[in-house]
């Protein structure tokens, strides 16, 4: 089945740092990936669509200035948080969809601890 | 290797009847199980939840059955309605509230 990585698995950075987080798909091209924050009580929002060869749209209240997405190819998008604090100590997950039905493939998601 | 797997891409049910959406998982180590919905461009929603020491956790029309010794789980919806239809993912995580493991995602299609 289509494999997501996503790298580090975890990260622990000082306020104030920038931190990147790769996704990686692995057997398969994904023009489109999505990138999710995962909060307590397992709620998961949809933070961006990463888009290859373009611009990522953004939701609503995510700022696109503090996590900057680039899309470098069709196997890879980056998210990078930057002037990290505390508050963005989180799961980070990103996904691609398969183009089969609407599934989706998720990363292993990425811890980030923000001290 | 997928952790999480949902063999079934796409469900076609009645409204009305029962929909079951299944999911296997591989690793033993995983404690806390749970469903959500999604629909296009948007995040997916949590539905329901278990913990591996119950073996069925039921919520209005949703309930879900987890088989530890099987590794498996599933989601009934009874009866559905075709506003149940959408995207499916099982996710599972060492401890509730720690990092999730997702499904690929089953696509259900509720007819009216």
Same mark, same amino acid.
């Given at each position: 089945?289509? $494999?997501?990585? *996503?790298?580090?698995s975890?990260?622990?950075?000082?306020?104030?740092?920038?931190?990147? !987080?790769e996704?990686?798909?692995?057997?398969f091209q &994904?023009t489109?990936m999505?990138?999710?924050? *995962?909060?307590?009580?397992?709620?998961?929002?949809?933070?961006?669509?990463s888009?290859?060869?373009?611009?990522?749209?953004?939701?609503?209240?995510?700022?696109k200035?503090?996590?900057? !997405?680039?899309?470098?190819?069709?196997?890879?998008? #980056?998210?990078t948080?930057?002037?990290?604090?505390?508050?963005?100590?989180?799961?980070? !997950?990103?996904?691609?969809?398969?183009?089969?039905?609407?599934?989706? %493939?998720?990363?292993?998601?990425?811890?980030?601890?923000?001290? | 290797? *997928?952790?999480? @797997? *949902?063999?079934?891409p796409?469900?076609?049910?009645?409204?009305?009847?029962i929909s079951?959406l299944?999911?296997? +998982? #591989?690793?033993?180590? =995983?404690? +806390?199980?749970?469903?959500?919905?999604?629909y296009?461009?948007?995040?997916?929603?949590?539905?329901?939840?278990?913990?591996?020491?119950?073996? @069925?956790?039921?919520? /209005?029309? =949703?309930?879900?059955?987890?088989?530890?010794?099987? @590794?498996?789980?599933?989601?009934?919806?009874?009866?559905?309605?075709? /506003?149940?239809? &959408?995207? +499916? %993912?099982?996710? &599972?995580s060492?401890?509730?509230?720690?990092?999730?493991?997702?499904?690929?995602? #089953?696509?259900?299609? $509720?007819?009216?």
């Amino acid at each position: 089945g289509a $494999v997501v990585s *996503q790298h580090p698995s975890w990260v622990i950075c000082k306020s104030g740092t920038s931190v990147k !987080i790769e996704c990686r798909s692995l057997d398969f091209q &994904a023009t489109t990936m999505f990138w999710y924050r *995962q909060f307590p009580k397992q709620s998961l929002m949809l933070m961006a669509t990463s888009n290859e060869g373009s611009k990522a749209t953004y939701e609503q209240g995510v700022e696109k200035d503090k996590f900057l !997405i680039n899309h470098a190819s069709l196997t890879l998008s #980056t998210l990078t948080v930057t002037s990290a604090h505390p508050e963005d100590s989180s799961f980070y !997950i990103c996904s691609a969809p398969s183009g089969d039905r609407g599934r989706e %493939f998720f990363g292993p998601g990425t811890r980030l601890t923000v001290l | 290797d *997928q952790q999480v @797997k *949902q063999n079934s891409p796409s469900l076609s049910v009645q409204e009305g009847r029962i929909s079951i959406l299944n999911c296997d +998982y #591989t690793n033993s180590m =995983f404690d +806390y199980f749970l469903w959500y919905k999604k629909y296009p461009a948007e995040g997916p929603t949590f539905l329901i939840s278990i913990s591996s020491i119950k073996d @069925k956790n039921e919520d /209005g029309r =949703f309930t879900v059955f987890l088989n530890k010794s099987a @590794k498996h789980l599933s989601l009934h919806i009874v009866p559905s309605q075709p /506003g149940d239809s &959408a995207v +499916y %993912f099982c996710a &599972a995580s060492v401890g509730a509230g720690n990092m999730l493991t997702f499904g690929g995602g #089953t696509r259900l299609m $509720v007819k009216p």
